[in-house]
């Protein structure tokens, strides 16, 4: 579809660290969206980044402006660094509207959300309001000062809403506890950083919830580990060997070499980049893989994950 050219109507800051943007279209309405949905804004120097939609209220079927809340990244030299420059008045280029992490509305929902995971939480919690389903929304952060939107949030939900601060808690939330509490039509929705999403995810594993009711969006980028080091990739299909240094993916080396591969996130939370395992050990760094899967090494997504082993042989 084609690209949207946005002019920044309005930012104002949620907390020190981050910052909503109101985009509007120069004339008419925008593509609408579905709770969950994200835009993607293009980078100057190449690239994107990916901003769920917020939204306190359903949302129209053309809508007249996006809103997006975008957190300042520690160390960021990219995205987030660019976004936080932005000024009223500027323009940005945006890919329209795509949901990744669409929402049951008519299914109860128990929505788990983490710092900046708020994001598509917000619309998801205000078309379960409409259409009058039960949910619960808990939503932690490290502290108040931390914490976006948590007085909309309040008048959005009302008792729905449990907020977490971690300082005052002395710790971070429960997960597990929360997870037990599911009854057997509640749906699970997960957004935030990866250890609350991989805590949720072997909770409501070990609880025998069915993975067709826990859904979850990564909202941290599979960020290259210390202590990364290279390893080789050879494809079964034509004997190529790849090499992919600390901070590349495998996706990104086999690209630049000609290969079409099928992927969309990047983050590890999708699945679509799924590959076969043949040979050697993967380092399984997405949120898509249960415990057993990834235990058993026959699969990998080649977006994030790595390498324990010298070489991989995948089924590419
Ligand atoms: S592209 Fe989404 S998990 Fe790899």
Known sequence: MTELTLTVAGKR?????????????AAGPL???DPGAHIRVALPKGGDRAYSLVSFAPVPAAPDHYRIAVLLEENSTGGSAHMHTLAEGDSVTVAPPK???????????????????????ISMAAAH?????????HFAARSAAAMAYAEDLTQLCGDALALHLDDIAGGP????????????????YICGPRPMIDAARAAAEAAGIPPARVHVELFDNAAATDGDTAFEVELAS???VFTIPPGRSI??????????????????????????????????????????????????????????????????
């Open 99 to 121: 949901c990744d992490f669409p929402v049951n509305a008519d299914a109860p929902a128990l929505l788990l959300a983490g710092g900046i995971g708020i994001t598509p939480m």
């Open 251 to 316: 996706i990104e080396v086999l690209e630049e070499a000609g290969h079409d591969l099928m992927y969309d996130c990047q983050r590890g939370d999708c699945g679509i980049c799924q590959t076969d395992v043949l040979d050697g050990t993967p380092d399984h760094r997405d949120v898509v893989l249960t415990e057993a899967e990834r235990a058993a090494g026959k699969v990998m997504q080649i977006c994030v994950s790595r390498a324990k082993s010298a070489r991989l042989k995948l089924d590419l």
């Open 238 to 240: 034509t004997g190529e």
């Open 31 to 33: 593509p609408g969206w």
């Open 13 to 25: 800051a949620l907390t020190d660290r981050i910052a909503e943007f109101t985009l509007t279209p």
């Open 173 to 188: 939330v429960d997960v597990t506890a929360l997870v037990r509490t599911l009854d057997a039509d509640t749906h699970l």
């Open 129 to 137: 309001k409409a259409a009058g389903t039960p949910f619960r929304l």
